[in-house]
């Protein structure tokens, strides 16, 4: 009878098989033993070998012993091997820290090794061998060696298959990797309603040059167009500011856009006047930090100015803004857009309309809390006579927009007006439909009136059906106008669907799904590129492929909140769909 122990620990009760005392066991060492390979019979290969090397006669004692230990019964009774604390292959020794107590029989304990079984395939049938699962190679086990499954068996890899197999599991996660990172894109291309393509060589350089905008003076002469397209990048990265804005800044500069303002500071703004007198068109958008002090500059130094386009110029006062009008640049307006601000106030609308309203081609008052007065917004027919664009959207109070108001805009500039724009004024009802755009807007062409909660199926139809002195229009938004129903919106599709561009319909959520059918059946448009129907509950997967059908040149079409549509939906490979819930980044 035999037993082992480990150093330091304390034995514990063997089993029936053995009646020794055993220490604890690692995981490895409890493998091996499942596998029936023991120490004495790595032990006496072992000897063999190394004699075999040395050019050693084997002793016969040994080779009977190993070929006793190989050809053992399977119900013998089977020694333990500790792997204690080393990690190197099992084709040596025991571990220093283990030692062999023989019993007072004097026997050598042999472990037994079991034959091996058809769920692995890693030991040979004569269990003295590991073999590689891949490769069939002969090869020592270690604690390196991978084990995996394959062809219906589990087993090991040799170490130059395990190398392999690695190195795929690499290229494998990096494929995964790569396949994200454009998945991430082709979404990004989608939220800007573009399709994800490589870019040109053009936008390559775009792209570095923005990389390293803050060596802008370096960059010499790149086109005024490449300029802007520059710009909007650097807008959208939140990356313009006050060194970067010098790029954009010549006195060949007609026309600038900055679309995001809120790292350009007071002096910077300046330079806008000082470096750009020959600027026409002005645009800034988000400009907070545009002070009294710059506008009066701009009032004084950009003679050739025409078009003034700001949003959210809140610390411009009341004072400064007639002061402005007053000058000679604001005399010579033709165009002025204003959104976001408080401080616009009656006065100041008054003060507009004085010196530059008889010039005015275009005009925009948007979400201007300020202007509070109902007898000043009727102000507007009088001095507004050859409007092509008008906006006025989001008033403070609704009762201030009425329908007598904007019919009297409308005959007034009939003959020029050519896009209207009434978001939010929800003062508004049908008669303005029926008795003012029916009769006074022949030349309009873009038509925006979201969220008129008064507007329904009946001033829709008044102002459509027949409307034969308009020749369709181009550009419509009826977004969340919640009255309009499967009627007004068939009429008004059917009125423009040769000539429209740009449809929104989105949370019209009266309209069901007989309406695409016959829509399906009876109109085709030639020209429709972007269409919005997000919110409206009644589209679905075959309403996709009915509009991909009818509409040829459809590029975008917008689904938020349509939870039926799915990328199953038969369409065709040139349109960009937005806002599936199936859409995964």
């Known amino acids: 009878m035999s037993y082992r122990r480990r150093r330091g620990n304390t034995g514990q009760q ?38 075999q090397q040395n050019g050693e006669e084997v ?6 012993e190993l070929t006793a230990v190989v050809q053992q019964p399977e119900d013998d009774a089977g020694g333990e091997i500790l792997d204690g604390d080393s990690h190197g292959p099992l084709n040596l020794a025991l571990d220093s820290d283990e030692e062999e107590i023989d019993d007072d029989e004097g026997g050598a304990a042999s472990a037994k090794r079991r034959r091996t079984s058809g769920d692995f395939s890693g030991v040979s049938s004569n269990g003295a061998a590991i073999y590689c699962l891949e490769c069939d190679q002969h090869f020592n086990i270690s604690v390196y060696s991978k084990k995996m499954e394959k062809y219906g068996k589990i087993g090991y890899l040799c170490p130059s298959c395990t190398k392999i197999q690695m190195r795929r599991e690499r290229l494998a996660k990096k494929h995964e990797i790569e396949a994200r990172k454009r998945r991430k894109k082709v979404a990004a291309a989608l939220l800007d309603k573009k399709q994800f393509k490589l ?20 960059l010499g002469e790149i086109g005024n167009h490449n300029k802007m397209k520059i710009c909007r990048i650097l807008a959208k990265n939140r990356s313009l500011n006050n060194k970067t804005v010098g790029l954009f800044l010549d ?15 007071k002096n910077s703004l300046d330079k806008i006047a000082a470096y750009c007198p020959k600027l026409e068109s002005l645009t800034l958008n988000m400009c907070g930090q545009l002070h009294n002090d710059n506008l009066r500059y701009f009032g004084s130094k950009l003679a050739s100015l025409e078009s003034l386009s700001l949003n959210g ?32 106030t009656n006065d100041s609308l008054v003060s507009l309309l004085e010196n530059c309203g008889n010039n005015l081609k275009s005009l925009t008052l948007s979400r201007l809390d300020g202007l509070d007065s109902k007898p000043v917004y009727d102000l507007l027919p009088h001095f507004l006579s050859a409007l092509e664009h008008l906006e006025i959207s989001s008033p403070h109070h609704e009762n201030l927009i009425d329908d007598d ?44 009136i979201a969220d008129l909660d008064q507007i329904d199926d009946t001033g829709m139809m008044s102002l459509f059906e027949n409307w034969d002195i308009n020749g369709g229009l181009t550009d419509i938004c009826l977004e969340r106008c919640f009255s309009l129903g499967d009627k007004s919106i068939y ?24 309406m695409f059918s016959r829509l399906s059946r009876n109109i085709i448009f030639p020209l429709l590129t972007n269409l919005d129907i997000g919110f409206v509950r009644s589209v679905d997967d075959s309403v996709l492929a009915i509009l991909s059908r009818i509409c040829p040149k459809l590029e975008i079409l917008e689904v938020y909140g349509n939870n039926r549509c799915t990328e199953k939906a038969l369409v065709k490979d040139s349109l960009t769909v937005i806002g599936r819930q199936t859409d995964s980044i």
């Open 14 to 51: 063997g089993d029936d098989d053995g009646g020794g005392v055993k220490g604890p066991s690692s995981a490895l060492t409890s493998f091996l033993r499942e596998q029936g390979i023991n120490a004495e019979q790595i032990r006496l290969r072992y000897e063999r070998s190394q004699r």
């Open 59 to 64: 002793p016969a004692e040994i080779a009977e």
């Open 199 to 218: 870019p040109s060589l053009q936008d390559f350089c775009i792209n570095i040059i923005t990389q390293n905008i803050n060596e802008v003076e370096l």
């Open 251 to 265: 006195n060949k500069t007609t026309e600038l856009e900055f679309w995001d303002c809120c790292k350009i500071d």
């Open 313 to 344: 110029p809140f610390l411009i006062n009341d004072d400064t803004w007639q002061s402005f009008f007053d000058s000679n640049v604001g005399k010579n307006l033709k165009h002025f857009h204003l959104r976001n601000t408080h401080r616009f």
């Open 405 to 448: 108001l904007i019919i009297n805009l409308l005959a007034i500039n009939c003959e020029t007006l050519t896009s209207l724009n009434l978001d939010k004024c929800s003062g508004l009802t049908n008669r303005f439909l029926a008795d003012g755009l029916r009769a006074f807007g022949s030349n309009v062409t873009k038509l925006s």
């Open 491 to 514: 009429t008004m599709l059917s009125h423009s669907s040769q000539t429209l561009v740009q449809l929104n319909l989105n949370s019209v959520k009266e309209i069901s799904k007989v």
